[in-house]
T-cell receptor, first 114, second 116 residues
Framework: AQKVTQAQTEISVVEKEDVTLDCVYETRDTTYYLFWYKQPPSGELVFLIRRNSFDEQNEISGRYSWNFQKSTSSFNFTITASQVVDSAVYFCALSETGFQKLVFGTGTRLLVSP | DTGVSQDPRHKITKRGQNVTFRCDPISEHNRLYWYRQTLGQGPEFLTYFQNEAQLEKSRLLSDRFSAERPKGSFSTLEIQRTEQGDSAMYLC??????????????FGPGTRLTVT
């Protein structure tokens, strides 16, 4: 069975601090896909990144970086020099072979104060 | 390029009434998904279509729920005899699947249903 765990319910930081959001997943498939989505107060889920199980290279995009480790079944997300606009709920999600349904974690609410 | 659109954005209904939601996917996307999100939770999968074929339905989708995608473009989700437990945000997403290539899902703004 597929499962995604985001143990951090809420994180509060001050602007310019770095913050890491944790994601641990469970799957029996050898081929799977991991995602991060952002849900700002407006409510619309915004796609951030997709990672394939056979590609363990870490990725950096501006202030965002992702660390994928199959050995620990983790796909963590770091925001460097956080900004107030980063305040949102962040969801980690998993999809198995065939790229069908997404299984989401319960989300981490990030509050960045000025 | 317009994104996924959903209508209505908000719906308040009385228990026992039927409601229907519409989703218009990104035009070139052949897959369309429905999810439900309750407060403080992540979205939960309900069903998905590839073109007009409904390929998977979650156990969450009781007999009171039905979804259609008649011409492989827009989709409707109907809930019959609504119950207070149906109150949630209903999210639609679309994606492209081509051969063995699959792409990420893009979400619409959602329809917030309140059953009184």
């Amino acid at each position: 069975a597929q499962k995604v765990t985001q143990a951090q319910t809420e994180i509060s930081v001050v602007e310019k601090e770095d913050v890491t959001l944790d994601c641990v997943y469970e799957t029996r498939d050898t081929t799977y896909y991991l995602f991060w989505y952002k849900q700002p107060p407006s409510g619309e889920l915004v796609f951030l990144i997709r990672r394939n199980s056979f590609d363990e290279q870490n990725e950096i995009s501006g202030r965002y970086s992702w660390n994928f480790q199959k050995s620990t079944s983790s796909f963590n997300f770091t925001i460097t020099a956080s900004q107030v606009v980063d305040s949102a709920v962040y969801f980690c999600a998993l999809s198995e072979t065939g790229f069908q349904k997404l299984v989401f974690g319960t989300g981490t609410r990030l509050l960045v104060s000025p | 390029d317009t994104g996924v659109s959903q209508d209505p954005r908000h719906k308040i209904t009385k228990r026992g009434q039927n409601v229907t939601f519409r989703c218009d996917p990104i035009s070139e996307h052949n897959r369309l998904y429905w999810y439900r999100q309750t407060l403080g939770q992540g979205p939960e999968f309900l069903t998905y279509f590839q073109n007009e074929a409904q390929l998977e339905k979650s156990r969450l989708l009781s007999d009171r729920f039905s979804a259609e995608r008649p011409k492989g473009s827009f989709s409707t989700l109907e809930i019959q005899r609504t119950e207070q437990g149906d109150s949630a945000m209903y999210l639609c997403a679309s994606s492209l699947a081509s051969g063995r290539s699959y792409y990420e899902q893009y979400f619409g703004p959602g329809t917030r249903l309140t059953v009184t």
